[in-house]
């Protein structure tokens, strides 16, 4: 609605991951030479921790775009709470491998020969690990295995974990002191200074064509950061609702006050009559977000439905293998 008001050629504040909307603040300029200091050393582990919001999915979808011109092969894997042997599953699913109905021993099997027809290609092979404060200690130590994986002095994957803060204090777990010696790099990415919220603003607004209309005062940004907090999903709902309201009001300068009118308009509204009780008296801007930290969360429990469909096709075959040895 907006955007023809404005003239501008795209949605500049969408909430979904883009690589074409990147931002190279400090933090992330620096996450981001990790994860290819990472690509150039070809073994063990990255890991990335920040707070939800921060942008790691970005990042690491950026990292991907740049990876479509290089000689490697690359999947990103969202986690939930998986046990080994069916992260061992996912793992093989994410790189198109067999899996349904295959006992762990065929699975790594299958595993290795892929990971050695990529080495003869002269491809590498990355494995991403998205929400990865989810996994088990357990699941963790498969994925160490999987990094065992060798072809003469040379290793054949190498992955990269992505987790909330907490995975910073899942990783000093005693059972875990062999994953810690294969991190190679690690990286903490915190929100955007002040500074850092304006550019991120200005950049995502020029690659839409922005040409200064709106114009956004100094207080306008400052009271966005403060709001936000520097961290960029909030900034982008608040700044998608601002340029909404600028165009309903047809403003043509975006202040302080504009900023203080929405963030206090979206402290009073309720998104669904059903759902009052749970948002009522809460900032739109934040029900908002959970709503979108959802998706990946239901996409991963629609990951874990089907892994465990197919451990119940397993023990259903299994079953029936032994009534028929019995009736023999």
Same mark, same amino acid.
């Given at each position: $609605?907006?955007?023809?008001?404005?003239?501008?050629?795209?949605?500049?504040?969408?909430?979904?991951?883009?690589?074409?909307?990147?931002?190279?603040?400090?933090?992330?300029?620096?996450? $981001?030479?990790?994860?290819?200091?990472?690509? %150039?050393?070809?073994? !063990?582990?990255?890991?990335? %921790?920040?707070?939800?919001?921060?942008?790691?999915?970005?990042?690491?979808?950026?990292?991907?775009?740049?990876?479509?011109? #290089?000689?490697?092969?690359?999947?990103?894997?969202?986690? %939930?709470?998986?046990?080994?042997?069916?992260?061992? *599953?996912?793992?093989?699913?994410?790189?198109?491998?067999?899996h349904e109905g295959l006992v762990k021993a065929t699975l790594l099997k299958n595993f290795e020969t892929f990971l050695m027809a990529r080495a003869r290609e002269g491809k590498r092979v990355l494995l991403v690990i998205d #929400?990865?404060?989810?996994?088990?200690? *357990?699941?963790?130590?498969?994925? *160490?295995?999987?990094?065992?994986?060798?072809? !003469?002095?040379?290793?054949?994957?190498?992955?990269?974990?992505?987790?909330?803060?907490?995975? *910073?204090?899942?990783?000093?777990?005693?059972?875990?002191?062999?994953?810690?010696?294969?991190?190679?790099a690690a990286y903490h990415l915190n929100p955007l200074g002040s500074d850092e919220t304006r550019g991120y603003i200005e950049h995502r607004l020029r690659l839409v064509g922005w040409k200064g209309d709106p114009v956004i005062t100094d207080s306008a940004f400052s009271a966005i950061h403060g709001y936000c907090e520097g961290t960029p999903r909030r900034i982008n709902t608040l700044c998608d609702r601002l340029l909404l309201f600028g165009c309903l009001e047809e403003m043509h300068e975006i202040d302080g006050e504009s900023v203080k009118t929405v963030t206090d308009e979206l402290a009073q509204e309720v998104i669904a009559p059903r759902a009052a009780s749970g948002t009522a008296g809460r900032p739109a801007v934040e029900v908002a977000q959970e709503q979108n930290e959802m998706e990946p969360r239901l996409a991963i429990l629609e990951a874990r439905v089907t892994a465990l469909e197919a451990t119940l096709r397993r023990e259903r075959a299994r079953i029936r293998q032994a009534l028929m040895l019995h009736g023999e």
């Open positions: $609605m907006y955007k023809s008001f404005y003239k501008l050629s795209a949605n500049p504040f969408q909430l979904g991951p883009d690589p074409r909307f990147f931002f190279g603040s400090r933090g992330h300029k620096r996450a $981001m030479s990790y994860l290819r200091y990472g690509l %150039t050393q070809g073994e !063990g582990f990255i890991v990335i %921790t920040g707070d939800i919001g921060t942008g790691k999915t970005t990042l690491v979808r950026t990292l991907f775009a740049d990876l479509a011109k #290089e000689n490697v092969v690359a999947v990103q894997l969202v986690t %939930t709470q998986l046990e080994a042997e069916d992260t061992l *599953r996912m793992v093989a699913a994410s790189f198109g491998l067999a #929400e990865a404060q989810n996994l088990p200690a *357990r699941s963790l130590e498969e994925l *160490r295995m999987l990094s065992n994986y060798q072809a !003469g002095d040379k290793a054949l994957l190498q992955s990269f974990l992505l987790g909330q803060v907490e995975f *910073r204090q899942t990783l000093q777990a005693p059972g875990l002191e062999q994953l810690r010696q294969r991190v190679i």
